[in-house]
């Protein structure tokens, strides 16, 4: 039997520098989808996979993020008076039990992989996930479920994959093939953020993974990569070098990069139109907004 994978990482102690000013006081993973936070998603998305234990890898003024995830007795006590089921169900949601959730600190900013590196007392000799918040993907049956479901069958490590147009695929990290098996690929490298030429295809590594405990020896072993940071590919691409089985999973599903500007936007759009009570009124503003700009042109 495969052990079973019942941590997550969720490495939040980023800067967040392209939601400044916003993130000067905001962590960016309690920015909201409509009236949910980021971090909301990525952390029902890890319940439905069988996650147990949540491991936060935060930094200097991430407090926010802390009280997020507490009881809230007043405004409970508020809503029962009220008779505020829903609002209360969704409330629950939101709080995490004592000791279910773990904080600790990346001093600085080092990197992906520096920052779950962080956690590797707390990982000890287990297969875990990884879950990055500003990566929301919208789909029937959860990303990372699909995953530990195949993962059940393969083992080793495997990393959620997608194509993205070529002219994008450097701000990546990509997969080099050496098998296509339908929705497994068995690769034989990684590379972070190449140049356009040296792409060895423009599948790219989306922000959830399953990882042996190896990888993050090889962390410690590794010098700044890609963009001057301690990379999780170069980690991840180690265990390709030493021989053990690394996978790509291409999953279903509509895949949002919240850390940019436009997937945040667009993802709000998406998600509001998915919602029966501001899905005309929002329709109707943006086709007449549409229209009016193209008016205007
Ligand atoms: P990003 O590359 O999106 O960086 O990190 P960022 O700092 O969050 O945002 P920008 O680019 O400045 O706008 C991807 C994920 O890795 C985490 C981030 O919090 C995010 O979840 N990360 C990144 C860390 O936890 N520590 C780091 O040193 C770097």
Request: overall charge negative; hydrophobic content about 40%.
């Amino acid at each position: 039997m495969r052990k079973k994978i019942t941590k997550a990482i969720f490495p939040v102690a980023g800067l967040g520098t392209r939601f400044l000013p916003a993130t000067k006081s905001i962590p960016k993973e309690i920015l909201s989808l409509v009236d949910r936070p980021l971090i909301q998603y990525a952390i029902d998305e890890a319940r439905e996979a069988g996650i147990k234990e949540f491991i936060f890898v935060t930094s200097r003024g991430k407090g926010a993020l802390e009280d997020y995830f507490d009881g809230a007795p007043q405004l409970e006590q508020s809503l029962r008076k009220k008779n505020k089921k829903e609002l209360l169900e969704e409330l629950k949601r939101s709080t995490m039990d004592s000791g279910e959730i773990v904080y600790i600190r990346q001093r600085e900013a080092l990197g992906l992989g520096h920052a779950v590196w962080c956690a590797r007392r707390l990982i000890a000799n287990e297969p875990f996930a990884v879950i990055l918040p500003d990566d929301v993907i919208a789909a029937e049956k959860p990303c990372l479920k699909q995953m530990v479901e195949a993962y059940e069958n393969t083992g080793g490590c495997m990393v959620a994959a997608m194509e993205v147009p070529p002219s994008m695929a450097s701000a990546y990290g990509l997969l080099d093939i050496e098998e296509n098996m339908g929705s497994l690929l068995k690769i034989k490298g990684m590379v972070e953020k190449p140049e356009p030429e040296d792409a060895p295809s423009n599948l790219a590594v989306i922000g959830r993974y399953i990882l042996t405990p190896s990888v993050l020896k090889n962390v410690g072993t590794l010098k700044k990569g890609a963009g001057g940071e301690i990379q999780l590919t170069d980690a991840i691409a180690m265990e390709v070098e030493n021989g053990s089985d690394v996978f790509g999973f291409r999953f279903d599903g509509q895949r949002y990069d919240c850390g940019s500007k436009s997937g945040f936007l667009q993802a709000t759009i998406a998600f509001a139109l998915s919602r029966p009570e501001l899905r005309d009124e929002l329709m109707e503003f943006m086709v007449e907004t549409v229209e009016s700009r193209r008016a205007a042109q």
